[in-house]
Nanobody, 129 residues
Framework: QVQLVESGGGSVQAGGSLRLSCGASGVSFGDYALGWFRQAPGKEREFVAAVNYNGRYTYHADSVKGRFAISRDDAKSTIYLQMNSLTPEDTAVYYC??????????????????????WGQGTQVTVSS
C-alpha cells in the first residue's frame, strides 16, 4: 500500500521559516518524481515545486521562487520543502504527490496534476501578519 505522509506544518509569523517533509512508503522511491502543491481556503489547488526522480532537476512556481526550495533524500524516501520569508499569502494546506516518470521538465506537476498517481493527506501551514 502506497502512502505519502506530510509533516512539519504549523503556525508561524510573517518572515519566518518552516520545513515540510513528505515520507513515502510502498513505492520504489527512486523511480518517482515528487512535488508539492497547496490549496488555500476558497482557492484552487496550485503547484508549488517538484523534483525529478534522480534529484537533478527541480522546478518552483514563480510565486515561491527564491523563497522555497524542494529537495529529496532517497536514503530516507523523503522529500522536503524549505520555506523561507513566509507571507500570509502562503497560508494553505500543503500536499505532496508522486508520479512515476523520468521527465526532467516535470510538466505533469506543472500542468497535468490529474496524472499524478499518489497524494498525501496534507499539512496545514498558517502564516500570520
Amino acid at each position: 500500500q502506497v502512502q505519502l505522509v506530510e509533516s512539519g506544518g504549523g503556525s508561524v509569523q510573517a518572515g519566518g521559516s518552516l520545513r515540510l517533509s513528505c515520507g513515502a512508503s510502498g513505492v520504489s522511491f527512486g523511480d518517482y518524481a515528487l512535488g508539492w502543491f497547496r490549496q488555500a481556503p476558497g482557492k484552487e489547488r496550485e503547484f508549488v515545486a517538484a523534483v525529478n526522480y534522480n534529484g537533478r532537476y527541480t522546478y518552483h512556481a514563480d510565486s515561491v521562487k527564491g523563497r522555497f526550495a524542494i529537495s529529496r533524500d532517497d536514503a530516507k524516501s523523503t522529500i522536503y520543502l524549505q520555506m523561507n520569508s513566509l507571507t500570509p499569502e502562503d497560508t494553505a494546506v500543503y500536499y505532496c504527490a508522486a508520479h512515476l516518470t523520468r521527465s526532467s521538465t516535470l510538466t505533469a506537476f506543472r500542468f497535468r496534476s490529474y496524472e499524478l498517481e499518489y497524494w498525501g493527506q496534507g499539512t496545514q501551514v498558517t502564516v500570520s501578519s
